[in-house]
């Protein structure tokens, strides 16, 4: 979700799993972490109290960034799509992150899922209506089009409200499984918890 901007997706998403993860810790909910992308699964075992929030914290790589968080990756090889295809021929993956994230999760769960919605979006689909027979879900996603901080011409302004209708159908097709939130810069952490109850 990152893509060099000063208020990154990221940045809020992280944020936001800060706060909530907070606020249920607080409330004395185990709270876990799954953390995914291509290169594999991060778990952070469901618990409660203070440690558990370090841990979480840990996790995202929390660090203060001139007022911003940032998130510092590990990943320091980078292979073309050449070079990814024969190391998984290599070393294959039974499956992709996204899979082995929501399917790690054993024990019937409340799921606040945190995803922009533009990668592996027909996977996280078919995954939403496998998990929500066992689980109860919420989707919060960061919207890229709102995010958008570029100057804005009238070809730019044709391309983004062409994704804006996408994101539109992609959104309204996730609710049809789980509540799915759209969220902006601007929107507050006190909305969302609402929107949540």
């Known amino acids: 979700m990152r893509k060099g901007l000063r208020r990154a997706k990221i940045d809020y998403a992280s944020t936001l799993l800060l706060h909530l993860a907070t606020i249920l810790l607080k409330k004395n909910y185990r709270v876990g972490l799954v953390i995914y992308d291509d290169g594999g699964v991060k778990i952070v075992k ?6 558990q929030l370090n841990r979480i914290r ?14 510092r990756s590990n990943v320091i090889l980078r292979f073309s799509e ?3 295809k024969f190391m998984g021929k290599l070393f294959p993956r039974k499956r992709s992150g ?51 901080t570029e100057d804005i ?22 609710n049809t499984l ?6 902006g810069p601007s929107d507050y952490l006190k909305d969302i918890v609402r929107e949540l109850r």
């Open 46 to 51: 469901p618990s409660r109290g203070r440690e």
């Open 58 to 71: 840990a996790a995202v790589k929390f660090k203060p960034e001139k007022g911003l968080i940032s998130l």
């Open 82 to 84: 050449k070079g990814r």
């Open 98 to 148: 996204l899979s082995e994230a929501l399917l790690s999760i054993k024990e019937p769960s409340y799921l606040i899922i945190i995803t922009d919605l533009m990668g592996h979006t027909p996977l996280l689909y078919r995954l939403m209506l496998m998990l929500k027979k066992k689980h109860k879900a919420v989707i919060l996603s960061p919207n890229p089009i709102l995010f958008y």
């Open 153 to 174: 011409n009238g070809e730019t302004l044709k391309f983004l409200y062409e994704k804006y209708l996408e994101r539109e159908k992609t959104v309204r097709k996730f």
């Open 178 to 183: 789980v509540p799915t939130i759209d969220l």
